[in-house]
């Protein structure tokens, strides 16, 4: 079946980086996201990968995937107070219709 | 901003009720999602609709139906409302030859008493 799953909470000091791990079931997911949700807020896309690729990088986040372990991760560089939000992976598959997201890693920032 | 907006933000409704969320989708956008997040939870997929007609479902029952107008902007609604229905409600519109784009609107709170 179809299943994303997470770590719930991760904690980091301001000025490290931070890495989010998400593995996910679906071996023909086309498409893998990562979504960021401040509080009472809707989801913003921070980045996404093809699955035919192996790393994508966009200024302070890198997107690492290995498919063969069905492992997604999202690093961000230089951590902000301004980064604390719940992080979703998500998956999608253009043979079907809709997003599987996993329920969310929460980061905590320390100043 | 996605150029996705909802209504209402917040409402209130009591168990076995009914309620019509809205959404209006990104200008050029036919194709719209909608999904239902509880609290702590990652958003769960209800259905999407294109060209008015729903294109696929999610698991859930058939008190939660949709509509899609032909400017593209879209109702969500649920009848005989349960306690478990409290949740925020997001639509995400995308065109037909991008569906792995989604642009999220900013939800709406309702809450089941």
């Known amino acids: 079946g179809e299943d994303v799953e997470q770590s719930l909470f991760l904690s980091v000091r301001e000025g490290d980086s931070s890495v989010i791990n998400c593995t996910y079931t679906?071996?023909?997911?086309?498409?893998l996201y990562w979504y960021k949700q401040e509080p009472g807020a809707g989801l913003q896309l921070l980045t996404y990968i093809f699955s035919n690729m192996d790393m994508k990088q966009d200024q302070r986040l890198t997107v690492l995937l290995n498919k063969k372990d069905k492992h997604l991760s999202l690093r961000i560089a230089d951590t902000q107070t301004g980064d604390s939000a719940i992080y979703f992976c998500?998956?999608?598959?253009?043979?079907?219709?809709?997003?599987?997201f996993g329920a969310g890693t929460r980061l905590f920032v320390k100043a | 901003e996605t150029g996705v907006t909802q209504s209402p933000t917040h409402l209130i409704k009591t168990r076995g009720q009914q309620v019509t969320l809205r959404c209006s989708s990104q200008?050029?956008?036919?194709?719209v999602s909608w999904y239902q997040q509880a609290l702590g939870q990652g958003p769960q997929f209800i259905f999407q609709?294109?060209?008015?007609?729903?294109?696929g479902r999610g698991n859930f029952p058939p008190r939660f139906s949709g509509l899609q107008f032909p400017n593209y902007s879209s109702e969500l609604n649920v009848n005989a409302l349960e306690l478990d229905d409290s949740a925020l409600y997001l639509c995400a519109s995308s065109l037909p030859v991008e569906q792995e784009t989604q642009y999220f609107g900013p939800g709406t709170r309702l809450l089941v008493l």
């Open positions: 998500a998956e999608f598959n253009t043979g079907g219709f809709k997003t599987i």
């Open positions: 200008s050029g956008h036919n194709t």
């Open positions: 679906d071996s023909s997911s086309t498409y």
């Open positions: 609709y294109y060209r008015e007609e729903e294109n």
